[in-house]
């Protein structure tokens, strides 16, 4: 996605509703993009159409268009799962919506860690968690947590392949790349764009 100009300050497009969130330092939130009780780490973005909702999203996320994460649950134990019974204000004149069935959505919010990437109109469903490094196909339906540096796709999601051993895993983590300052972002580039991840890791670690 990544506008010219990316700053200490959120670029939120004017289309997009942004609500009760906070966004991190080089951050973007795209057109008609929802983004409601939502947190997003530094360096983040997600793009056109999606919405997002009781989420926390770490750093270097990156996340495409029409994705829903944490859509909506309807109260399937009661008489009726409709809209009136939790948003009665729109429909009875001098009725209160239920603060107790929001309060419920609250309760299952969404996790995603850092270097995230979430496919083009996948959907995350409420409660789960995906981990850091963990790649979520386009299209794909996310039922079940996801571990980290894992890829997952389909209808319900499954693992696909790991990104990297497990061993590779555990030392990405351990270096948690995403906490550098920006200068040491920038002055690593041609290491991010040339090296393997093993030589990444063995010319990183050292300076840790």
């Not at 009780?37 to 270097?60: A, C, L, Q, W």
């Not at 790649?135 to 339906?141: E, P, Q, T």
């Not at 392949?161 to 580039?189: G, K, N, S, T």
């Amino acid at each position: 996605m990544a506008s010219k100009n990316l700053g200490l300050e959120p670029a939120i497009d004017p289309t997009a509703s942004v609500r009760d969130a906070t966004l991190g330092r080089y951050t973007e939130i795209g057109a008609r993009t929802s983004f409601v009780e939502s947190t997003m780490g530094d360096y983040s973005y997600v793009v056109n159409d999606s919405n997002i909702i009781y989420t926390t999203i770490g750093k270097f996320c990156s996340i495409a268009a029409m994705t829903r994460i944490n859509p909506g649950n309807h109260p399937m134990q009661r008489a009726s799962q409709s809209h009136f019974t939790y948003r009665a204000s729109a429909y009875f004149a001098g009725a209160e919506d239920d603060a107790a069935f929001f309060n419920w959505r609250r309760s299952t919010p969404v996790t995603i860690g850092h270097d995230v990437w979430i496919g083009h109109g996948a959907i995350i469903l409420p409660g789960r968690s995906i981990g850091t490094g963990a790649v979520v196909a386009g299209g794909a339906v996310v039922t079940k947590d996801v571990a980290p540096y894992t890829i997952v796709g389909g209808n319900p999601a499954r693992p696909i392949r790991r990104r990297f051993p497990e061993a590779i895993a555990d030392r990405l983590v351990a270096l948690a790349w995403w906490d550098w300052e920006h200068a040491r972002l920038q002055a690593a580039l041609p290491d991010f764009r040339a090296l393997s991840v093993e030589a990444f890791l063995e010319r990183h670690e050292t300076t840790a």
